[in-house]
């Protein structure tokens, strides 16, 4: 089962900020918080990880609050392109057959022109 | 980055047939790759685990004998549905993971449709 839990959808408008948020309350000290995007009938794409430090990459942000029990992904200029259901999922970090990921459902993001 | 193809991406096949799905890692090489299944609208969820010169490991409720997977290399495995039924209708999506310094990353495949009639 997923650990984590996130709202069905939202929208934003194209060229702002899109946050998105994501519960896991019983996340263990040694689980990292993964972010994953799937574009319609497409295989998913990695975004971004953390474990307790704020992340930044050339995609997105990665806030983890002090407590580590939510985290949010912000994607700072939203485009027509981000358009995908999101994923955040916690998992430690294994190599081989268990890095095998769960995934819940995910939140539908939709940007408006 | 890594790539994952995936071939084919779209088949069509009668009530009955079998139905090969291939696998590859192009640039690296997997020794351990992960087969999902996600219906219309729902979340990807995995059916097995297939490793290289070695069994796969079917997740709960995977038939085995219908989901036959054969991981022949480091960079290919196959997912064969056997006696596909419309039910097996579904998108296929195979990943593998990243190793050493790319090790937090998963690598999906582009998915193949399967459309059984």
């Known amino acids: 089962d997923a650990k984590t839990t996130q709202p069905p959808s939202m929208d934003c408008a194209e060229g702002r900020a899109a946050n998105l948020p994501c519960n896991h309350s019983t996340i263990s000290g040694n689980e990292y918080v993964y972010w994953y995007r799937q574009i319609h009938s497409q295989g998913p794409q990695y975004i971004i990880h953390?474990?307790?430090n704020n992340e930044t990459n050339e995609m997105a942000s990665l806030i983890i609050t002090e407590d580590r029990k939510s985290s949010t992904l912000i994607l700072p200029h939203a485009t027509l392109r981000d358009t995908a259901v999101y994923y955040c999922?916690?998992?430690?970090?294994?190599?081989?057959?268990?890095?095998?990921?769960?995934f819940g459902k995910g939140i539908t993001l939709s940007v408006r022109p | 980055g890594a790539v994952v193809s995936q071939h084919p991406s779209r088949v069509i096949c009668k009530s009955g047939t079998s139905v090969k799905i291939e696998c590859r890692s192009l640039d690296f090489q997997a020794t351990t790759m992960f087969w999902y299944r996600q219906f219309p609208k729902k979340s990807l969820m995995l059916m097995a685990t297939?490793?290289?010169?070695?069994?796969?490991?079917?997740e709960q409720g995977v038939e085995k004998d219908k989901f036959l997977i054969n991981h022949a290399s480091l960079t290919l495995s196959t997912l064969t549905v056997t006696s596909a039924h419309p039910e097996d209708s579904s998108f296929y999506i195979c990943s593998a993971p990243g190793s050493g310094g790319i090790r937090h990353e998963q690598y999906f495949g582009p998915g193949t449709r399967l459309t059984v009639t």
């Open positions: 953390g474990l307790k």
């Open positions: 999922i916690v998992r430690s970090t294994y190599t081989g057959a268990n890095s095998k990921l769960t």
């Open positions: 297939s490793n290289e010169g070695s069994k796969a490991t079917y």
